[in-house]
């Protein structure tokens, strides 16, 4: 987009509470919903504006069908289609709130949320990585001798050795983490909180990214800025999926999805023969029968993957 309708769509006036349509539609959400479609609002506030925006700063009412079916190719580039299926949904139900908050007329409205949602495969679209793409992504982190290098590092071992969720991945502090290699993971479920060890190799690449982000308190994974300098603020679930395309990209190898790292996790479990009940407690899953639908998925992706 120009520089000029960029800067159109960033808001110049403080809109009162009651006449924003994105807090008007947030505030209807229940708080668990709230923040994971707040992340959404955010990412199409700062795609849409090249990151001069967030929810609270774009002007919802001046969005047009150019702007959502710019947005929706943006999208499908770069995620899931059931991922891109949740941030459609939450545009247009904003775009709702606008209409009935009479910021939009109809006519524009109608052409603005007329895009097509994406098919979402029953199997779903997940896949397992091989060997030599999890080696390709750790060689690439490897070269990256920045304090994002051996960041990304232990990100991806943490993800990969222990089956961590996003959300899991970032509540972790330096005391979640033990020299031997057990890590203490928190989950959004306190019934499922558990702990997971870590393989020597993973132990290492940990322990290197600890001594270059100190042993101050706070997150285990830290931001790093753009003079390469660590920042002990916590990453969040959206960062971590902004870096591992980044170095997927960089590594060449085909879009995978953080979740993607946690389903190869549960791959080798199973075909090491380990039985479900210990998958489902390693993986912090809540039952057996949720287990084996994963252990199903798991098969059809390798099926995919083979393909």
Known sequence: ??????????????????????????????????STMKRSLNLIAQLL?????????????GLREKHTLTLRTA???????????????????????????????????ARAVAMKSLKVSQQGNGRVLSFDEIDALMQTCFSDLTPAGFRD???????????????????LDLKDF????????????????????????????????IEIRTQIDGPLLCQVNKSGCVVHQRLTPQSV????????????????????????FIRDLLNAGVDISTVQSLAGLS???????????TEDAQATTRS
């Open 75 to 109: 999208l499908i580039k770069n995620y899931q289609p059931a991922t891109v299926n949740r941030i459609l949904c939450a545009l247009r139900s904003v775009l709702k709130s606008a209409l009935h908050l009479d910021l939009i007329n109809p006519i524009d409205y």
């Open 241 to 264: 999926l902004f870096l591992l395309h980044k170095r997927g990209e960089q590594a060449g190898i085909k879009l995978f999805s953080p979740h993607d790292l946690r389903r190869t």
């Open 287 to 297: 039952t057996p029968a949720l287990t084996a639908r994963y252990q199903h998925r």
């Open 178 to 209: 033990y020299e031997h290699g057990e890590i203490k993971i928190h989950s959004a479920h306190p019934r499922v909180d558990r702990s997971v060890y870590l393989s020597k190799s993973a132990i290492a690449i940990v322990n290197d990214w």
């Open 1 to 34: 987009m120009s520089n000029n309708t960029v800067t159109s769509l960033v808001l110049t006036i403080e809109l009162p509470l009651n006449q924003h349509p994105a807090i008007v539609y947030l505030s209807k959400l229940s708080p668990g919903s709230q």
């Open 49 to 61: 504006t090249d990151n001069q925006a967030d929810y609270l700063t774009l002007d919802w009412s």
């Open 153 to 171: 590092a232990a990100l991806i071992a943490l993800i990969r050795a222990a089956g961590l969720r996003r959300a899991e991945v970032v509540k």
